[in-house]
């Protein structure tokens, strides 16, 4: 298993078409309805790329036996009064490599990253039923509300989503 901070996706854009299609057709409540065409899914990775260019975003990957298997994303605020925080998002890991860590890996790269960059507070939110609920938690993740019926899914039923914030130390460490 590796985990990459990348600064391109287009040399991953085929691996990452195939992850995005297993999550949202999965059901991972990560902002899309299944099905999700390969078209849709290919425009969607070319945007965060295109935010990645122009440092909106810090992408992580997981790859594993030469392929992407998970992602997360890293939302830069551009903002003066914001610029020591961030917005963690996006959290997907393929079906057939669950259960063996990844999203933690993941979440920990992302605290890696954000103390590089000198941001203290990461965001983020989560469905309440989903399975990374309990990671979060697990990960020190502090719950600080739940927004009853935040987001709908395929069949149309409504789901609370929690929010969540970890404060972290800043570091002078370099992550590559």
């Known amino acids: 298993m590796e985990l990459l ?8 854009l085929n691996d990452l078409i195939e992850l995005l299609c297993d999550a949202v057709d999965s059901g991972a409540p990560i902002g899309f309805l299944p099905p999700m065409s390969e078209l ?50 996006k959290l997907m890991v393929h079906t057939q490599a669950r259960e063996h860590g990844l999203g933690s890996t993941l979440m920990k790269g992302v605290e890696r990253v954000a103390a590089a960059m000198q941001r203290q507070l990461l965001i983020l939110e989560v469905r309440s039923d989903d399975v990374a609920h309990d990671m979060y938690i697990k990960l020190g993740y502090i719950p600080f509300g739940e927004v009853p019926g935040y987001t709908r899914s395929a069949n149309g039923a409504l789901h609370n989503a929690t929010f969540f914030y970890k404060e972290i130390e800043p570091t002078h460490e370099v992550f590559s």
């Open 5 to 12: 901070k990348v600064d391109d996706l287009k040399p991953y």
């Open 40 to 89: 849709e899914a290919k425009s969607y990775w070319l945007t965060v790329n295109d935010d990645l260019k122009v440092n909106l975003k810090q992408v992580l990957l997981v790859r594993e036996d030469n392929k992407i298997v998970g992602s997360v994303q890293i939302g830069m605020s551009p903002k003066a009064n914001a610029l020591h925080r961030c917005d963690i998002g």
